[in-house]
């Protein structure tokens, strides 16, 4: 499967954004979807998860009740909700789909394909 994430931009502390990540190619529904996010000089870190059926989301304590995962399988998309940003939610946005339980939804390995990265800059 194929992963094109977007959506990013330049956003002020307090402000929104709406990441998109389209898919192509083999069924969109067999995978859990995941965002991650790595900000400069710092390793790659989970954001969100949500399985396949859309059924069960899983966040990061640091973006509990800011964002929101949500997938739409008839349209092949996954998207995440980001509102009361913050400077330090600055980084590149990372989608990613795979196939492993959902329990081991932090683990970078867990994800078998992952799109491009969209950029996403939070002024103060």
């Known amino acids: 499967v194929q992963l094109q994430a977007s959506g990013g931009g330049l956003v002020q502390a307090g402000g929104s954004l709406r990441l998109s990540c389209a898919a192509s190619?083999?069924?969109?529904?067999?995978?859990?979807m995941g965002w991650f996010r790595q900000a400069p000089g710092k390793e790659r870190e989970f954001v969100a998860t949500i399985s396949w059926s859309g059924g069960t989301t899983f966040y990061a304590d640091s973006v509990k009740g800011r964002f929101t995962i949500s997938r739409d399988n008839a349209k092949k998309t996954a998207y995440l909700e980001m509102n009361s940003l913050k400077p330090e939610d600055t980084a590149v946005y990372y989608c990613a789909a795979g196939t492993a339980p959902i329990s081991q939804f932090r683990f970078r390995s867990s994800y078998n394909y992952w799109g491009q990265g969209t950029q996403v800059t939070v002024s103060s």
């Open positions: 190619g083999r069924a969109f529904s067999n995978y859990n």
